[in-house]
């Protein structure tokens, strides 16, 4: 009698047996189907994925955590609990709650130095990046820019370009026009004294100007057009909703020239450089189209398609006596006309 019931202990502590001392069927039963030799225990996977992503990004939601893993938030705190203690013998911390829902890597000593440089660097890097863009959208960066007098932590890059002032026409037409595709608007505005209802979809920034992308509702749904933030009269004005839609690729492209676009056949403009200035000319690539033909001379000619050749034009003077039109024939009478307009201002 002694012996069975401390048979029956021991079947129930091994979970062969329920507490009211009734057999299992079997183990598999008690416990669920047995896991493959190999097969990580699910709570273990979890407790990983928690801890790389406080790894990733410094911080995590108990309730996104919760809607991930399909945790209890009780789950989740003791899985955090846990580790926290193997955090004090492997070199991190992680906070208490903070906000309510919030819990930070406050340290992290076993994060290899490279991953730390790297992530100072890209963190550098992408403060530059907007703040070259201006006030109007340097708050995107709060958080990302280091705040470290360390002279270590600068970014060797720069980026310098013509900055847009906060308070400015063209930074309050941003906003409303930023305001506005967060909400999925309409809007209302003269441009070039007509009266325009566009859908907006992006905004561009290119040489300092800011433009927008948006589709002409007069136009229909080919009606896609940019906008320069400059020439849009205020107010701007809400006028219904609409289902956004991603604009052709070729407004969204990435080519520094060739970004204007018109409802004409493309055109390709050649443009020769010097040989003082060819080097720099061919260190970058303006246009994924574009085709570079080197000269005996030294110098380089640029074939670039354009829906606009204006632009080419305009860029080409901008690097004065060392760039020139040299096809076709009707670009290089248009380059003349614009340089005998400018010559009247020197007169």
Known sequence: MVASARARRLATAAGLTSTEGKPHATMAGAIGSPR???TPNPATVRKI?????LIRNRSISLSACAHTYGSSERTLLRDLQELRNIGQTSGFRISDREYGDVVELSEFKARPAGLLAGEKRLRNLIAQLFKAFGE???DVVEGVRSRSTDASDASFLRIVQPQLMDGTAVAKTFRALEGAWQSDARVEFRYKGQRRTVEPAAAVVRGGRYYLIARDCSK????WRQFAMD????PIRRAGT?????PPSKYLSTDTIGFFKGDGEPQTVEVTFSKELAAAATSRKWQRAQRVQRRENGTVTITLTVDDPDEVIRWTLSYGGEAWITAPPRAVA??????????????
């Open 36 to 38: 493959k030799s190999g």
């Open 49 to 53: 994925g928690i801890l790389l992503d």
């Open 136 to 138: 109007p959208v340097d």
């Open 220 to 223: 229909g749904k080919s009606g």
């Open 231 to 234: 020439l849009i009269e205020a």
């Open 242 to 246: 609409f289902r956004r839609t991603a």
């Open 334 to 347: 248009r380059a003349r006309e614009l340089l005998e307009r400018a010559q009247q201002h020197y007169k």
